[in-house]
């Protein structure tokens, strides 16, 4: 066992009785500040995420407004060029980023058995310059010019390409606001991939080998391995971009021989792993909910670990299919359309995993379970239409259309948010010690999947009829107006979801029923030790003989070990 | 929660050191950084729109790599004294070390001084200029680092505040210092050998 | 009027190639939906859970299968097989296609907002606006092969009706190329984030019959008229006066800017500002006064002239055909 975690001169503190540890606001504050518990940061980063959704989300209300009718002047093009940025720079980097460290922080030490993550101070380190960057990025509103003037918020596109970023092209200081923002977020996300790859290889307890380990744990080592691989690239282009605009580097400076397809390039190494960063995750959730609320284990473990192995590292050979149009010889293209076709191979397989968890099962449709349906026909849709933009000469139509924005959203909302849900909702007992109320949650799944297709549906359609993206507006008679129409009604019963969704968090805590230890009847570590857990997490460190030990427990006479 | 029998759960338990976890992790993405410099430094040799190229203002900086490869060795022998329990040949060799490593940094500050102010080689000046100080300068930012973690580890060691079984935390450092030297020989052989090489066709 | 830009209604090469492979890749992904779709609603449906007594037995524990896991990897191999033939095949016959002599020749410089157009063969300079001639069926090939490039950011070609998208990158020239099968004007737009009026940069191809192609050709080539009407020779003299000249082109007059589009033959073209608003005396005037009107923060700054400055060029303007 590892000496440095055991230090004999440490007491046990009294498990404190849940209930009594509000305590004043100022104490709650302090403890904010000054924690290193890995629960509490997971929490504390779950928080910070759905704050910075309410906000990008508002934004795209904005964005919605303005596009349903044509040549409307509501939103003028600078504010809205800062609008498509914002939304999907801190959608990307402060809604979709700590939310899934927030996750892997409160999860992963639970169910390996450990007592918190490797190192606990370098984990409350990371969580603080996340949040620091996302208040740098926000202060841009009030930056440079002003309030009223709505300061220099970045207006560059979350990929931000040169030259437009460049000094020539984007004067003030927007882009220098999107650039050390993420500077500093980047920093944030290897400190936290470090801390997941550490604890998950060497904080496991006893008898959990690696292929013990939750698919949970597998696919967060698997994300964190990616994050410490792909971020560097962008900030190495962001700081070669600093360099460029302060100093008068030449790295993206066409007029003097530099190159802008060359930031293309680093941008997609760092920006393709990147959304599988964001959706191995959401696979991880679906991985531990589905299986509970079927009865049944995974089905095929060792393949569900191997597809989420190869999805990495072919993940991390795709990235020009996002250049397509940029003018790259027909081998680079045909290169790339293979390698993105390649990678669709294992993602379907884990689909067939889970449909095969669900078959010969008794379903229950709980909350988690009735997102995770949410998240398999959503991101099968995905799947497919990635599979056509795939195709590099279709892509020639359909790139940089709303085609490509349908995609994204089909997979990030339809996928990734779909999975945060079931997340929230089934881990929301063992963290907060209530049950969330099941009639308002459905309230909230129905409303919201209802505004989602209706909003992100026809925007394939618009794609296909000559849309393009990041416009402001567009002229009547192009056969776009009824179909971003009907986009933008969808926000309204969006709205009405997360509103739902809001006031669920909010019922239940004040008015929910008590969770107890295992109220789904669960089969891993967290679910061994109290609601919410105490600071050390287990009074003894288990030891574990399969995959799932739980269920050893509860059916020792059909104990997992015997047939795995 | 305790297993029923003994049998199946492995008897032995031990699992890699977190340190050396970490440290692997850290040069992991470390690589990853320096490599995209790397390639932009590849991407754009031969491309410059003006005067000076490679050939003309880069030396092999001879004393400057041989000083920074030898560290390596001596704080391999650093390490082997403090093994047989020798502080004071620990601290020789490892103050030999920081004298190395601050010699090779006081050699790139006077090849830029000269590259700046003699040759008119700035960041600004062409894409040599602006590939070849990030990537070095990349580089010589990580020796800095190192020499202050090496300085830091001299200086708690002699005032005796290094307790005995922190062992494996010197061998981190030293891995770190071992790191920054292998990126040494593929930033050298790149700038100073095949980029003087290339020719430049605009 | 095209306006609808549908790329399910192709009307020239390569536009039909990438149609035809859209289609087969459509297919399968609609059989792949429907399959998949129907095995999650049969095991919801199947396996939905009956009541609390039912809840008190576990299903039975199967942890996978090989032969299910393998058939279920290997169907997928063979599709992704199959797509990438299809995909390999489109991808050369599009990139790799000869240009036969016959080839009309046209090269685009992008701008922040607009296009620059040039004619190398003929000698026309234009803007915002391509005349091609139209090609036949297993007749004459009269392709136009077009090279892009870009003056400022990356910009992007995108017509869906007649071929997918190429970008207009600094510092380099790309090439694409359209072989349409059906007269019109063609709509599109730019396709790549360029900056606060990428929304504006329009974009129109205008397919012609060859006779009215030579005629078009002839008469970009023809000297411009000299203003006859009073009104229209002081406009000129104003033209000249106030700095026009430094930022437009008009063939034959003193007028030789590079900055702004080249006016030589401005009343042959449909829109004004790239697409912004349609041609005629209103919206002329309109923009002379001051086109941060009809185009805010484009790069034409207001003048600062007065109304009858402007009533006078904009005479003297209308003149250029």
């Known amino acids: ?564 | 929660m305790s297993s029923a029998t003994a049998t199946a759960v492995p008897t032995e338990w031990k699992l890699p050191s977190t340190r050396k976890v970490a440290v692997i992790t850290l040069i992991l993405t470390e690589s990853s950084l320096f490599t995209i410099f790397l390639v932009a430094y590849l991407f754009y040799m031969g491309k410059n729109l003006t005067h000076p190229y490679p050939n003309e203002v880069l030396e092999f900086p001879v004393l400057a790599t041989i000083a920074l490869l030898s560290s390596s060795f001596t704080i391999v022998f650093s390490e082997m004294a403090l093994h047989r329990g020798s502080k004071l040949w620990f601290h020789l060799w490892w103050a030999i070390t920081i004298l190395l490593g601050g010699y090779f940094l006081w050699f790139t500050g006077a090849e830029w001084h000269h590259l700046i102010y003699k040759e008119n080689l700035t960041v600004a000046t062409n894409v040599f200029g602006s590939t070849f100080y990030s990537l070095v300068g990349l580089h010589a930012s990580h020796v800095i680092i190192g020499l202050f973690l090496l300085c830091l580890i001299l200086i708690l060691s002699l005032l005796g505040k290094v307790p005995k079984d922190h062992t494996e935390h010197i061998e981190m450092i030293s891995w770190y210092w071992h790191f920054v030297d292998a990126i040494w020989v593929v930033v050298v052989t790149v700038v100073y050998i095949i980029s003087i090489r290339v020719p430049n066709v605009t | 009027m095209r306006r609808v830009a549908d790329m399910f209604q192709p009307l020239s090469k390569p536009a039909e190639m990438i149609h035809e492979s859209a289609l087969v890749v459509l297919i399968i992904t609609a059989g792949i939906f429907v399959v998949v779709t129907a095995m999650m609603v049969y095991v919801v449906w199947k396996f939905r859970h009956r009541g609390e007594e039912d809840q008190k037995q576990e299903p039975p524990q199967i942890y996978g299968s090989s032969h299910i896991e393998l058939a279920w990897t290997v169907i997928p191999i063979l599709i992704t097989f199959v797509l990438i033939l299809v995909t390999s095949r489109t991808i050369g016959e599009i990139q790799n296609a000869e240009m036969p002599k016959s080839a009309v020749n046209v090269r685009i410089v992008g701008h922040q907002w607009w296009w620059e157009v040039h004619y190398p063969d003929e000698g026309i300079i234009t803007a915002n606006e391509i005349h091609v001639p139209v090609s036949t069926r297993g007749g004459e090939r009269r392709p136009t092969a077009i090279q892009l490039e870009s003056a400022d950011v990356i910009h992007s070609f995108w017509v869906p009706q007649l071929a997918g998208k190429t970008d207009l990158v600094p510092n380099r020239k790309n090439k694409t190329w359209i072989e349409p099968y059906a007269t019109g004007t063609f709509f599109g737009n730019c396709a790549e984030f360029c900056g606060l009026q990428h929304a504006n940069m329009l974009l129109r191809v205008i397919v012609h019959e060859p006779e009215d192609y030579k005629r078009w050709v002839a008469t970009m080539k023809a000297p411009v008229p000299t203003p006859t009407t009073p009104e229209a020779i002081q406009g000129r003299k104003e033209f000249y006066a106030n700095s026009c000249v430094n930022c437009h082109r008009i063939d034959g007059t003193v007028a030789a800017g590079v900055f702004g589009p080249d006016l030589t033959k401005l009343m042959t073209r449909q829109t004004i500002g790239a697409g912004v608003a349609p041609l005629n005396q209103q919206n002329l005037r309109t923009w002379i006064r001051d086109p941060q009107v009809l185009k805010t923060f484009c790069f034409m700054p207001d003048m600062k002239l007065q109304d009858s400055q402007v009533d006078a060029i904009t005479a003297y303007l209308m003149t250029l055909k």
């Open chain 1, 1 to 564: 066992m590892n000496t440095d975690i055991v230090d004999e001169n440490f007491e046990m503190p009294k498990p404190q009785p849940i209930g009594q540890e509000r305590g004043s606001l100022t104490r709650i504050a302090q403890e904010m500040v000054f924690t290193v518990d890995h629960k509490v940061l997971g929490l504390m980063y779950i928080a910070s995420g759905l704050l910075f959704f309410v906000v990008a989300g508002v934004m795209a209300v904005f964005i919605r407004l303005q596009l349903a009718v044509p040549g409307n002047t509501m939103v003028p093009p600078d504010v809205f060029n800062r609008l498509f940025t914002m939304h999907g720079t801190a959608m990307v980097f402060l809604v979709g980023m700590p939310i899934i460290f927030g996750f892997a922080n409160y999860l992963v030490p639970l169910m390996i058995g450990a007592r918190d993550m490797a190192f606990p101070r370098l984990n409350a380190f990371g969580f603080w310059v996340f949040f620091f960057s996302g208040i740098l990025l926000y202060f841009s509103y009030l930056g440079a010019p002003g309030l009223y003037a709505a300061g220099s918020a970045p207006d560059v596109g979350w990929f931000a390409y040169a030259p437009l970023t460049g000094r020539a092209f984007s004067r003030g200081h927007s882009t220098d606001y999107w650039t050390l923002s993420l500077l500093l977020g980047g920093i944030g996300s290897m400190v936290t991939s470090v801390n997941i790859i550490v604890t998950a290889v060497c904080l496991r307890c006893k008898g959990m080998t690696l292929g013990r380990m939750p698919l949970f744990v597998w696919l967060f080592l698997v994300v964190a391995f990616l994050v410490i691989i792909a971020v560097p690239p962008l900030s190495a282009c962001q700081i070669m971009l600093i360099l460029d605009r302060y100093l008068g580097a030449r790295f993206f400076d066409t007029q003097a021989g530099g190159s802008a397809v060359l930031w293309q390039h680093f941008f997609w190494i760092f920006g393709h792993p990147e959304v599988y960063i964001l959706i191995l995750p959401g696979f991880a959730i679906a991985s531990e909910v589905i299986p509970v609320f079927s009865r049944k284990p995974i089905f095929g473990y060792p393949v569900m670990v191997a597809a989420s192995v190869m999805i990495a590292f072919i993940s991390l050979g795709v990235w020009a299919h996002h250049m397509f149009s940029v003018g790259m010889t027909s081998l680079e293209n045909t290169f790339f359309a293979i390698s993105t076709l390649l990678v669709a191979i294992p993602t379907g397989i884990k689909i067939f995993n889970w449909i095969g968890t669900m078959y010969g099962g008794k379903l229950r449709f709980e909350l988690p379970m009735l997102f995770c349906l949410g998240f398999l026909f959503q991101f099968l849709i995905a799947g497919l239409t990635g599979v056509m933009l795939a195709i590099a000469p279709w892509d020639w139509q359909l790139t940089d259309s709303y085609f490509v924005v349908a995609h994204f959203h089909y997979v990030l909302i339809g996928g990734l948010l779909y999975t945060i849900f079931a997340g929230i909702y089934y881990w929301y007992p063992k963290a907060l010690g209530k049950m969330p109320d099941w009639k308002l949650g459905l309230w909230h799944f129905v409303l919201f999947t209802v505004g989602f297709h209706i909003t992100f549906f026809p925007q394939h359609i618009a794609g296909f009829l000559g849309m393009p993206r990041r416009i402001y507006t567009y002229e009547a008679g192009r056969g776009w107006d009824l179909w971003n129409l009907i986009s933008s009604i969808g926000v309204i019963f969006q709205v009405a979801g997360i509103l739902f969704f809001v006031l669920n968090l909010i019922y239940s805590y004040i008015w929910g029923k008590d969770a107890g230890d295992d109220p789904w009847d669960a089969w891993s570590l967290e679910w061994a030790t109290s609601s919410p857990p105490p600071a050390y997490n287990f009074e003894t460190i288990p030891e574990v003989r399969s995959r799932r030990p739980l269920w050893d427990l509860k059916h020792p006479e059909d104990p997992d070990w015997k047939f795995e």
